[in-house]
């Protein structure tokens, strides 16, 4: 450690490791008490970085060369609630949701096309307020989750946000996108990669039951409403009498 007589010598200090290419220093209150771990700034420590720092995502990996292409996050955590949701396809597994048409700033739709990933999380209850709450048209810079009161969650490394709050949440990749000509919109396809909730949910069929996730579909651009215990039938055949499970 350096200890320091005047704010010169700090600033000497400084400047030679800036010179030095260091990463960054600490200055810190030589009286304080020692603290295990990476200091934050405030209190009896103040931390100086020289360098910025950045999480990226391997987006791709170059065959035959050592080489891969990343993605670069800016760090903004965008959250906006979408009603569109629709199922495509089970293999491979595909989802389908549409934006409105770009003639505003769609901050999803940008996140999504620079990292080619994204997160959808099931509405409960206890938060629905909050998640409607998102689809108000807050500046590009604002995140609606530290906004609306949200906690977001990274699980595995994956570059887009979860809701932690939520009981069904799943990763999806970028695939594809089609634009709806007769309105403007523009249909996305993703594909689920990796699917998060309690298996108390799953029937032994593998059917997942959103009644007993207190999962809320949406209706409409203002209405919610929470579901019930569902009527299950038996595959349908032509030869066959419409049969409850």
């Known amino acids: 450690p350096l200890f320091t ?8 200090f400084i400047s030679a490791h800036k010179s030095a290419k260091s990463e960054g220093v600490v200055v810190k209150n030589p009286a304080s008490p020692y603290s295990s771990g ?9 931390k100086l970085k020289f360098w910025e720092s950045a999480t990226v995502l391997v987006s791709e990996i170059t065959p035959h060369k050592r080489s891969v292409r990343l ?11 979408f009603n569109s949701i629709i199922h495509l396809g089970s293999n491979p597994a595909l989802i389908g949701f549409t934006f409105r048409p770009l003639t505003v700033q769609r901050d999803t ?4 096309q620079e990292t080619g990933v994204f997160t959808v999380n099931h509405v409960q209850e206890g938060f629905v307020g909050k998640a409607h709450q998102t689809a108000a048209k807050y500046p590009t810079n604002t995140s609606e989750f530290e ?8 699980l595995e490394g994956t570059l887009a946000p979860f ?9 999806c990749t ?11 919109c523009i249909m996305v396809v993703g594909a689920i990669n990796a699917l998060y ?7 032994p069929d593998g059917w997942i039951d959103l009644a007993k996730a207190n999962s809320i579909a949406g209706i409409g651009i203002d209405g919610y409403v929470k579901g019930v215990a569902p009527i299950r039938y038996e595959y349908a055949k032509p030869e066959t009498k419409p049969q409850k499970k």
């Open 38 to 46: 990476r200091p934050a700034s405030g209190g009896n420590a103040l």
């Open 71 to 81: 993605c670069v996050s800016d760090g903004n955590k965008n959250l906006a609630v």
């Open 197 to 203: 909730l309690d298996e108390a949910f799953i029937a």
């Open 174 to 184: 970028y695939v594809n996108e089609y634009p709806i000509i007769e309105n403007g």
């Open 147 to 154: 906004t609306v009161g949200l906690e977001a969650e990274y």
């Open 5 to 12: 007589r005047s704010s010169a010598e700090l600033a000497d």
């Open 163 to 171: 809701v932690k709050k939520s009981t069904i949440r799943y990763s």
């Open 109 to 112: 739709y940008k996140n999504i």
